[in-house]
């Protein structure tokens, strides 16, 4: 069973970079889609990016300037940098995997990160 | 750009759910939906318009293609109720999500 585990900093201070890390057991990284998605309290979700296992991303164009994914498939790892943080961002920050680029078929649980002022 | 309506359904347990979605332009069948409940992630239901995740039960069905899509869950049990997202993965650049439907008791 694949297992997606988001962790990092709950609190990051308005301006500065949030870092979080996606930790992926129970199956390769390799050959698979990543994405992250994010939602803020009682709100929709907003999907922010996705990343293959070879390295290529591709960004929702309303984060493009501020978002960076990276991956480490030796440690099982997805990794996600936002820049430039706002009260705007603060947000439930849910890592997935797609099926074949398509819908998400795994999720983590989810990390709440909150941007403070 | 998805559209879902109601934003919010009122049934009672034994009662059928039927929410929409509606795309502003086609998607063809590549169309997904997701349940969501309170503190927890979205849940992988139906894909490709109509075919049930693994152990999704056959009472929730997904219909629809090009622009208008259903979702019907029928004799209502108490885990039903939810929030139910929608998601198109045709139209690049992003993959776009409705805005949800909740479901609760009446």
């Known amino acids: 069973q694949v297992h997606l585990q988001e962790s990092g900093p709950g609190l990051v201070k308005a301006s500065e970079t949030m870092s979080l890390t996606c930790s992926v057991s129970?199956?390769?990284?390799?050959?698979?889609?990543w994405s992250w998605i994010r939602q803020p309290a009682g709100k929709g979700l907003e999907w922010l990016g996705r990343i293959y296992s070879s390295g290529t991303t591709d960004y929702n164009p309303s984060l493009k300037s501020r978002i960076n994914m990276s991956v480490d498939t030796s440690k099982g790892h997805i990794y996600l940098k936002l820049t430039s943080v706002s009260a705007a961002d603060t947000a439930t920050y849910y890592c997935a995997r797609y099926y074949s680029g398509t819908y998400f078929e795994y999720w983590g649980q989810g990390i709440l990160v909150t941007v403070s002022s | 750009l998805l559209t879902q309506s109601p934003a919010t359904l009122s049934a009672s347990p034994g009662e059928t759910a039927t929410l929409s979605c509606r795309a502003s332009?086609?998607?063809?069948?590549?169309l997904a939906w997701y349940q969501q409940k309170p503190g927890q992630a979205p849940r992988l239901l139906i894909y490709?318009?109509?075919i049930r995740a693994t152990g999704i039960p056959a009472r929730i069905s997904g219909r629809g293609s090009g622009t208008e899509f259903t979702l019907t869950i029928s004799g209502l049990q108490s885990e039903d109720f939810a929030v139910y997202y929608c998601?198109?993965?045709?139209?690049?650049?992003?993959?776009?999500f409705g805005q949800g439907t909740k479901v609760d008791f009446k």
């Open positions: 332009q086609s998607v063809s069948d590549d």
């Open positions: 998601q198109q993965y045709n139209v690049w650049p992003t993959w776009t």
């Open positions: 490709a318009a109509s």
């Open positions: 129970g199956d390769s990284i390799r050959s698979y889609y």
